[in-house]
């Protein structure tokens, strides 16, 4: 058995028991040691096979008290909408050139948004911006003519969500530093959008396992019995 590190052996949570969503949340608040603010991540296992279409599970869900992050916006649009997308505080704003930008090994964004007309440029990037889950989508809202209220929505603490391979999502919910009762209501943000997200195909149990961290710090485990609707 590996010997505990000096921050391990501070941690008082008990890796057996099943906790309560505000217990949980302040055991990972008081286990932020670091000195940096850690980002508040919650880990949710759910009972699907993302391998097959009808059990996937994505979206984007708007955190009432926002990430705690700085998020670079980048939008791909012309004329007008160009014009309004730096209006609304996009952070990179472009078209063929901005293509070529991120062909040449420069992604300087966490969001990326297009308009429909602009997919055609967007599409021949989608081996790049694929992998690093930036391809614009319009069942997430980042394939839209209004732009603006697309980059307002991404700065002002919308997430997206997907579920990975082992069927397991991953989502920061704020930081350290947020009041218990902030991390609270974004927690119940994410875990209501992702129940409601349950996807036809998924039989049995759908919220297996629910678990919370700090960035450094230990994993809890909450009871699903806590969790709305799970």
Request: positive net charge; glycine residues 12%.
């Amino acid at each position: 058995m590996a010997k505990l590190t000096k921050k391990q052996k501070t941690w008082a949570v008990d890796a057996n028991k099943l906790y309560g969503v505000d217990e949980a949340i302040k055991l990972a608040k008081d286990n932020a040691t670091s000195k940096f603010d850690e980002t508040i991540e919650v880990a949710l296992n759910l009972g699907v096979d993302p391998r097959h279409a009808d059990q996937m599970v994505r979206g984007v869900v708007t955190l009432p008290k926002g990430t705690g992050k700085t998020v670079r916006v980048g939008v791909f649009a012309r004329g007008a909408k160009a014009d309004e997308a730096k209006a609304a505080g996009a952070d990179v704003v472009g078209a063929e050139d901005l293509m070529e930008t991120i062909q040449g090994g420069t992604i300087d964004f966490d969001r990326c948004i297009a308009t429909p007309d602009m997919m055609g440029v967007v599409g021949r990037l989608g081996k790049v911006l694929g992998p690093k889950g930036l391809m614009p989508n319009p069942k997430l809202g980042t394939v839209t003519m209004d732009v603006a209220a697309a980059v307002k929505a991404a700065k002002g603490g919308q997430v997206e969500y997907r579920v990975e391979k082992a069927g397991i999502i991953h989502s920061g919910i704020g930081k350290a530093s947020f009041a218990a009762e902030d991390l609270r209501a974004n927690f119940d943000a994410l875990v209501d959008a992702v129940v409601k997200a349950k996807p036809s195909g998924a039989k049995g149990k759908y919220v297996k396992k629910v678990a919370i961290s700090s960035s450094m710090g230990p994993g809890i485990k909450i009871d699903t019995a806590e969790v709305a609707s799970a």
